[in-house]
């Protein structure tokens, strides 16, 4: 017998363009998001962010941190994912630079949207990568005025078929961990994870969904990854309208009732 489950449902790189932002606004203010993860130095969000505040408070939103998106690092360089990753594994990280960019795009996300961020994740999940971890949530638990946001933890993410070998790493480095660290802070994180896939404009994203939504737990996150047509320079635009298309379909309304979901915002759960 199924019973009713608690589901975040995140929709990833607002602000990253026009294409990304204008799908994930549509979606959210037909209640078929939860939440929201901002890339605060991106193009395209100044002047859509109070478009978005006013979805609030049946909406999460929050800070998606970055470190290798080169167009939406303000004055900051951007590394590539596989330098990061190998840097944070042999503690070469330069912290203070890292606490300098995280506290700059901090200070971004509460003048754009005038508060402090509901929650708090990584693009690419470099949130979980070795000493950035330590890094965040240090300025979090230490200097922060207000209690610790929610955290988005990738661990223990949900097995399916549908993924490659790049994005099962990325995922699990470090999220054991991070988790680990996240419950003995008693910082207010989900349960599990769900969401990697490989962004194949050929995967049949509703079919991929459904395992999603029947294997999940209750007080599952799963990010998304929305957008609209147009966006040439994005290597998954293609993957993001698919997504976008499944989520605005009647067809997602009839999979969540049929899975007994209900979609929750992060600042107000667990």
Request: charged share 20%; glycine share 4%; with cysteine.
């Amino acid at each position: 017998m199924l019973t009713n489950k608690s589901i975040i449902l995140c929709a990833d790189d607002f602000g990253l363009n026009d294409a990304v932002s204008d799908a994930i606004l549509h979606l959210a203010r037909n209640h078929r998001l939860s939440a929201v993860s901002c890339l605060v130095n991106g193009a395209a969000i100044t002047e859509k962010a109070r478009e978005l505040a006013l979805l609030k408070p049946n909406l999460s939103i929050g800070m998606h941190f970055n470190l290798t998106e080169p167009e939406c690092m303000g004055n900051f360089k951007a590394q590539p994912l596989s330098t990061l990753l190998l840097k944070s594994h042999l503690s070469l990280i330069n912290r203070k630079l890292i606490a300098e960019i995280f506290q700059d795009q901090l200070n971004s996300f509460v003048s754009l949207f005038q508060s402090p961020p509901d929650f708090i994740d990584g693009h690419q999940h470099v949130h979980t990568f070795p000493l950035i971890r330590d890094i965040i949530l240090d300025h979090c638990l230490n200097k922060y005025s207000v209690p610790p946001p929610f955290f988005r933890s990738t661990w223990p993410m949900l097995p399916f078929r549908e993924i490659n070998i790049k994005s099962q790493i990325i995922a699990g480095c470090g999220g054991k961990q991070f988790k680990r660290q996240l419950e003995i802070n008693k910082i207010k994180h989900n349960h599990f994870f769900a969401g990697i896939y490989n962004f194949s404009p050929d995967t049949d994203y509703r079919h991929l969904f459904c395992q999603w939504l029947s294997n999940s737990p209750d007080k599952t996150l799963i990010m998304c990854h929305p957008g609209l047509q147009g966006a040439d320079s994005d290597q998954i635009n293609a993957a993001r309208y698919k997504e976008y298309s499944y989520f605005s379909s009647e067809e997602f309304i009839t999979d969540c009732e049929r899975h007994q979901i209900t979609l929750v915002a992060e600042k107000n759960t667990w």
